[in-house]
């Protein structure tokens, strides 16, 4: 006789205990709505970034990864489908309103920041990935989890809402901040700019540039190309057009690790999103990241070390961070 399973209970203290060692693969009966999703989501090609597999999105504290064509937007800015992509995924707030003749894609996912956690009455909780999770609602294709530790929300709808959800993690963002002191890989060689030194490994070209281009239809959200160093006197500026395609997960975060100096004190001083209060000290220098929810990299404005202007410094990090975390901690004055 074919065995049915586990009963009911023995289901949920299985699922419980499970969720509490952080084990998110779970068997089919311990949840049942998540199970045939998630291993056709794994089938597209699970962390890898570039439009060939899923591509993580960092935004604040933690990222989900989304197949590279999926739509991803930050601040609620939606256009008309016409057809809609396979997925979609807004970073922020909601959009404000929708045109008339709106398709919505098949999947939709928003991650946001909150300011506290609602209060849920017996409220589920999970380990996904190392990140504590508070389950709001889960259906088959629906889910809301509040993420205690970073003060964020996650809502997804669709047939690969849980396929999605199942790749949540901590950002790199937090873990290359936290590594000063990491130590650069062997044979890497030593890059000299504007009064700033650092280390990168060997194979990545290097770029000079007087000219910052800034097309019209890119989004702020991004990240540097991989293996590249990119070494700006920003002594001019321009705005290049080009024709509107809306913003994808492989296109804006399918970069890697990279390295950008920039010369302008002027945008040095401006910092969208305001500097953290959290300031790293490498050797003589001062850096300061800025507050930026959604990138592939990490900003700094550095000073000291004999610098008569600041600099901004961008670090683009991929996978655990540990190339990322390398070059940060490499960064010294080029005097020192």
């Not at 929708?98 to 909150?114: D, G, M, Y």
């Not at 017996?122 to 205690?148: D, F």
């Not at 050797?283 to 404005?301: K, N, Q, W």
């Amino acid at each position: 006789m074919a065995s049915r399973g586990p009963t009911p209970i023995r289901r949920a203290v299985l699922a419980a205990t499970c969720a509490a060692l952080g084990l998110v693969a779970l068997p089919p009966w311990a949840q049942p709505a998540a199970a045939g999703v998630r291993g056709a989501w794994a089938s597209a090609g699970v962390a890898s970034r570039g439009s060939g597999g899923l591509v993580p999105v960092p935004f604040w504290g933690v990222e989900v990864s989304v197949p590279g064509p999926w739509f991803v937007a930050e601040g609620g800015s939606v256009p008309c489908w016409s057809p809609p992509p396979a997925g979609e995924l807004l970073l922020g707030s909601a959009p404000a309103t929708r045109c008339a003749r709106h398709r919505s894609p098949a999947t939709v996912a928003r991650l946001w920041r909150i300011a506290r956690l609602p209060v849920i009455r017996h409220p589920r909780r999970l380990v996904v990935n190392g990140v504590p999770v508070v389950v709001g609602r889960s259906t088959a294709s629906a889910l809301v989890w509040y993420l205690p530790d970073e003060l964020e929300a996650l809502k997804a709808s669709g047939p690969q809402a849980h396929g999605l959800a199942s790749t949540l993690r901590r950002s790199p963002r937090g873990a290359v901040l936290a590594a000063v002191g990491a130590r650069p890989g062997a044979g890497w060689v030593s890059v000299s700019f504007g009064g700033l030194r650092a280390r990168v490994p060997s194979r990545w070209t290097v770029e000079r540039t007087d000219v910052t281009n800034v097309p019209l239809c890119r989004s702020e959200v991004g990240s540097l190309t991989a293996g590249q160093v990119l070494l700006d006197s920003d002594l001019a500026t321009e705005y290049p057009p080009c024709p509107y395609l809306p913003p994808t997960a492989a296109s804006l975060f399918g970069g890697g690790n990279g390295l950008r100096i920039d010369l302008l004190p002027a945008r040095a001083e401006q910092g969208a999103g305001g500097l953290s209060r959290s300031c790293l000290h490498l050797g003589e220098l001062r850096a300061c990241p800025y507050r930026r929810p959604a990138m592939g990299d990490i900003e700094l404005l550095v000073s000291g070390g004999g610098l008569v202007h600041p600099r901004l410094v961008w670090i683009g990090f991929a996978g655990s961070g540990r190339v990322a975390a390398s070059v940060l901690s490499s960064l010294r004055g080029a005097a020192g």
